[in-house]
């Protein structure tokens, strides 16, 4: 599907040269295999991968002052979002608003990978558990 959301001629590039960094490694033990904050590339976004293989398993109960975007890659996963308790699987996405506690835990079969998009150039967070 072709998109033309915008006219070209009308963005100037910032200056900002292209970047890159490693977000994992393939040999990393643990649910959080690594991440990447914005600000050393020079973006206003921070990306975490997370999985686990155990059923009822996931990051404890937390808070951070900005969105957060939770993309499902792999498995099926119960999110804990404010009061609100929603079912997510491979291929959706759930939004943890700004100042809202949330947490999720593998629903299995099998393992759930996520790739979490932090809204802030660097990582803030304060567990509440």
Known sequence: MARHDFDPATVTPDGRPPAKARLFEGTADGPYRGSVN???????VTVLTYGNDEPGVGPKLHVHPYDEVFVIQQGRARFFVGDLVLDAEAGETVLGPAGLPHRFVNLGPGRLQTLDIHMSPRWIQADLE
Request: charged share 15%; no cysteine; glycine share 28%.
């Open 38 to 44: 914005g600000e050393s590339i020079g973006a206003q």
